[in-house]
């Protein structure tokens, strides 16, 4: 791993540590000296009844084997895909011979974030692209987007976890939903001081339109060490640039990425 990335993201953590061990927790700020970092959960809750898997994965499937009445301890069976639900993925996941989930680092988990609004381009075309000119119509107004960052499309699209409306599929099963365009991905890997500044994140099933069935967008992603974000819920508490994005989950041998809690953590409030 590049050096100022270690160095950079040790510091942050560092800083998040001391912000959030021993700290008092008031509306989801933890408070240390001089600091305030606020945590917000972008994960959906994994629900048979609501979670929405991604057509020809596994079905998500819980069984409870042991209850408290019967054997003095309650436990569920979990059965699903690595990408079912809130999820991210490993460039192993595309790429052949690039790093699944346990050749991760620790600091590929925790990367700076910006938010991109496009929600209301969303709701008139549900195969909105997000192009180049979007990215830099962003950074006129908000800045350039930091270094080996993780860029969130915000569609809308949490809205409707949990419905057929997800999905959006039309007559012949085709998926309808928004994405990022290949020129887009490959702008933000090109343009990078450091080769690439173009992690992606959605609240979608991916950063591909739900049209390609090639996964274009995926491919151009996953050739970095770099993973990618799905399914995001709550981005609306996620500013648009300043904030961190923190991503747990199982590390499974071998694995393609991971179903996860994926946390916004904030930048002190002023």
């Known amino acids: 791993m590049h050096m100022r990335r270690r160095h950079m993201l040790g510091a942050a953590g ?10 008092e927790a008031r509306a989801g700020r933890r408070r240390g000296p001089g ?3 606020g945590l917000v959960s972008l994960s959906h809750v994994n629900d048979p009844a609501t979670t929405t898997v991604y057509p020809g994965d596994p079905a998500f499937e ?7 009445e019967r054997d003095g301890f309650y436990l569920q069976f979990v059965r699903e895909g690595e990408h079912t639900g809130t999820h991210w993925g490993a460039p192993g996941h595309f790429t052949a011979g690039a790093a699944l989930a346990d050749d991760l680092d620790v600091a590929d988990l ?5 938010k991109i609004d496009v929600r209301r381009r969303c709701a008139r075309d549900a195969d909105f692209a997000l192009s180049v000119r979007d990215l830099r119509d962003w950074e006129r107004r908000h800045g350039r987007i930091p270094e080996e960052s993780m860029v969130i499309l915000w569609t809308g699209w949490e809205s409707r976890w949990g419905t057929e409306a997800f999905l959006n599929q039309d007559a012949d099963g085709v998926l309808h939903q928004p994405g990022f365009s290949p020129e887009a991905v490959r702008w933000l890997v090109d343009t990078g001081r450091l080769g690439h500044r173009g992690g992606t994140g959605t609240d979608t099933f991916g950063p591909d339109l739900g049209t390609d069935a090639s996964y274009a967008v995926s491919r151009l992603v996953y050739q970095r060490h770099r993973i990618s974000l ?5 981005l609306g508490a996620l500013p648009a ?7 747990g989950g199982q590390i499974n041998k071998a694995g ?6 994926i946390y ?6 002023g």
């Not at 925790?110 to 910006?114: D, E, K, Q, S, T």
């Not at 799905?230 to 709550?234: D, G, Q, S, T, V």
């Not at 916004?264 to 409030?269: D, E, I, K, T, Y």
Request: hydrophobic share 55%; net charge negative; charged share 5%.
């Open 14 to 23: 560092a800083g998040l540590a001391g912000a959030l061990i021993g700290g």
């Open 35 to 37: 600091l305030a970092l």
């Open 62 to 68: 819980l069984e409870t084997v042991a209850t408290l």
């Open 110 to 114: 925790f990367l700076p974030a910006v």
């Open 230 to 234: 799905e399914i995001l819920a709550n």
């Open 241 to 247: 640039t300043g904030a961190y994005v923190l991503c």
């Open 256 to 261: 393609s990425g991971s179903t996860a809690l």
């Open 264 to 269: 916004g953590v904030l930048p002190p409030p």
